[in-house]
């Protein structure tokens, strides 16, 4: 089991509780979302000026097609994790499994798991963890997964079973704890990095649409500071 974290974000360190909670409120995430979306959206928007190589390699696929796109991947992305079922996970700590520290896994909740996959669940202590399912166990009469069960899989892992229940007595994880099934990853950050300076060369309309669109309180945060930063200047 590696403890895992949900983003970059998440630690009170990091950002103070009041902007944890709104960015974790559906209806601030759906008001910023509107916001990016009437921003990069709009006619004559400047984010249609930025040439890429693409626009040279494939003249066809227009400018205003990679702001759709970019847009159209984020919104995809956060109607995902509102709803529950993606989740972007960032590993703090390897304790049972052998991912990378310091690696993103993308997990998504839309089948059941299977003996062999891998699962982000919720432990009953308040941290959340990545685990490879050893057993499954479905309803009567139905081929439904109603609980399972997981182990590390580094030699000498510690046992699974002390985080499903407050006490540590059940043998099997309920299935509600489980946030979803590993679909893709690990990723590096520099490897995604690399992928990001490749992208924005290719397509930078594309990427800044994404980037407006998928982090909009965080660029709406950082447009608030450049502007006072600006103003502290102009009048000082």
Known sequence: MDNADDDLFSDPALLPSVLMRARDDTRVQ????LA???GVLKP?????DWPGLLDFLVPQVTRQSQVV???GLA???LMGAAAGRLHLVFTVERRAMTFPLRS???FARLRHPCVG???YFDGYDGKSYVSRVQAVQRRPYSKAVSCIQTHGDLPGAPSDQPLYSPDGSAAWLDLQAVRGTLVAGPF???FLTVLGCVAGILIPSGVRAFFITSQALFVALLYMVIRIVVLMFAFS
Not at 30 to 33: F, S, T, Y
Not at 44 to 48: D, N, R, T
């Open 104 to 106: 993103f896994l993308v």
């Open 75 to 77: 919104t995809i992305l």
């Open 188 to 190: 590096s950050v520099p």
């Open 69 to 71: 796109f970019g847009w």
């Open 117 to 119: 996959s891998i699962v």
């Open 36 to 38: 990016a979306t009437a």
């Open 44 to 48: 004559g928007e400047a984010l249609w």
């Open 30 to 33: 759906l008001v910023a979302w």
